[in-house]
C-alpha cells in the first residue's frame, strides 16, 4: 500500500490565492509550505507564505530567494492557512540555508 503524496514543509507551490479581502497578497503566486509535515498529512490545509516578485530588500519581515529562476521574496508577514485543493503544483523547495532562516524569522515574528 503506498501512501498518498501530501505537500512537504518548504515546498514551493503554485497557489491560487483568490480570493481576498483588502491588503491580503492576491492571485495565483507561488507559496511555500511552513506547516509540518504531520499536519500537512492530515489535514485539508496547509500554513503557507506567499512569494512575491516585488522586493522589499530592507523589510525584516521578507526574505529574498530565488524561486524557479526568477528573483522572488517569501512574504512572512503574509503568512495564512489554505485548503490543499487551492495548491497546483510543486515548482521548487527551499535550500536548508532558507529553510533555517525562514524558521527564525517566523519564530522571531509570531513567537515567544
Same mark, same amino acid.
Given at each position: ?58 523589510? @525584516?519581515?521578507?526574505?529574498? /530567494? &530565488?524561486?524557479?529562476? =526568477? ?7 503574509? !503568512?495564512? #492557512?489554505?485548503?490543499?485543493? @487551492?495548491?497546483?503544483?510543486? /515548482? &521548487?523547495?527551499?535550500? =536548508? ?7 527564525? !524569522?517566523? #519564530? ?5
Amino acid at each position: 500500500m503506498t501512501k498518498k503524496a501530501f505537500p512537504k514543509r518548504y515546498e514551493i507551490f503554485v497557489a491560487d490565492l483568490n480570493p481576498t479581502i483588502g491588503g491580503e497578497i492576491k492571485k495565483v503566486r507561488p507559496v511555500v509550505v511552513v506547516s509540518q509535515n504531520e499536519m500537512n498529512q492530515y489535514l485539508e490545509t496547509v500554513v503557507v507564505c506567499p512569494l512575491t516578485s516585488k522586493l522589499h530588500p530592507m523589510w @525584516r519581515s521578507r526574505i529574498q /530567494i &530565488d524561486c524557479a529562476g =526568477t528573483a522572488s521574496e517569501i512574504a512572512v508577514d503574509q !503568512i495564512r #492557512t489554505i485548503s490543499k485543493k @487551492r495548491l497546483k503544483k510543486k /515548482i &521548487d523547495s527551499l535550500s =536548508t540555508d532558507i529553510s533555517a532562516q525562514l524558521r527564525f !524569522i517566523i #519564530t522571531e515574528m509570531y513567537g515567544e
